[in-house]
């Protein structure tokens, strides 16, 4: 069986890996030097391994395309493509057209089709499928399911085979086909009545942290004005065995999911008249979470910023991974030049971004620890500036939330 899976990135390439046991893969980028490189055997996603690329290569089961005819001939097509937002904040659906224009136009005789890119429900039935038809240079009926992509880069505990995976199709042919995919490499699948069931759990998950993360930030804020430890309060309700989940503060939240899933929901929900009030305000306070960080460092240093040397430590957006979309350091770092301060930023695991190098971890008035990756030594940061906040909760020694 020949699978064809658009989009190599942190999902798709995933999933190649995964699936290149067992199928012969082609993975189709519209990215020439991602290609370029996965060919060469490199991968540039945490949790995928090159040496494992190259011998699926090496195999004859593993290349990647940026020529849509590769897929001609494949049995399975999976979408693996970025879901953001517009720059209004709305659903932006360009990739996925772009994925089903590939589809229609390649594909001549019908196969099954399953989307893994996060969207609201109804993506799947009213807008996939009719996009493949409309992009397809006959009438073709293709089967079609989801079966929403659950990975978190970077951890090792869970992955694509002990995560359970939700998925459903249109048809019932569709499911069937789906979860004999999928069990070949995943051991725990669970089927759901409808398409639009998985896609609005898939967001709700992420909605689910968006707005615990979000109350507890407003609690470590409440903490800090009452001149309570945040850290010891939420052990202390930890304790409970049941009916509460801890959830820690942060400089916001960070990433291609959890800031941008929620938005969906919330344009879903409000385009059928149904409130989203809540899932909005989780997602302001979030983002107010780094003027309020830079505010608590101006104050401890006699509220004035202007030209002080500030050094952003980690601007990944969560420890351990290269990741810097929807970082939170990005806010916290235009906040505190706002105010005047000279800042740079280090991270070993970014190394470069926005045409900016890491700097050295050492040598600034100022230290505000945004992400916290393993390879970074606690005694470190504390001397790289003669103050340190950090947002983690990890630097001990640190002023912190
Ligand atoms: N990264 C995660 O942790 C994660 C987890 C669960 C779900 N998701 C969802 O999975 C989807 C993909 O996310 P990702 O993190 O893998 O994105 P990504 O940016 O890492 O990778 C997407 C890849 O798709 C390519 N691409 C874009 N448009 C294309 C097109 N039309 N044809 C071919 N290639 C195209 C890009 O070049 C890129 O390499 C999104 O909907 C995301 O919300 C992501």
Known sequence: MKVGIIGQGYVGLTISAFAGDKFDVIGFDNNKRVVEQLNDG??????VDSTNLQNSIKAGRYRATTRGEDLAEVDLIVIAVPTPLTPNRQPDLSHIESACKTIGENIANPILVINESTSFPGTLRNYIKPTVERYSLK?????????????????????????P???????????????????????????????????????????????NIALVNEFAQITHALGINVYETLDAA???????????????VGGHCIPVDPTYLAAVAEDHGAPATFIRRANEVNLEMSEYIVGRVAEDNGGNLKGKNVLVVGVAYKPNVADVRETAAELVIDHLR???????????VVSSWKGESSAPLSGADIAVVVTKHDSVDDKRILASAHYVFDTTGKVKGATGL
């Open 165 to 211: 995976r939700l998925y459903a199709g249109l048809t019932k042919e569709a499911a069937r086909k789906t979860q004999e995919f999928y069990s070949k490499f995943c051991d725990n699948l669970i089927e759901v009545s409808s398409p639009e069931v998985a896609e609005a759990a898939k967001l709700f998950e992420n909605t689910f942290r968006q707005v």
């Open 139 to 163: 009438t073709i009926e293709h089967l079609y399911a989801i079966s929403p992509e659950r990975v978190d880069p970077g951890r090792r505990d869970f992955n694509q085979k002990n995560t």
């Open 238 to 252: 930890n304790t409970k065995p049941y009916g509460f989940m801890k959830f820690t503060p942060s400089a916001g």
């Open 42 to 47: 490199i991968s540039h996603i945490e949790g």
């Open 338 to 348: 706002s105010l005047g301060a000279v800042v740079s930023w280090h991270d070993d």
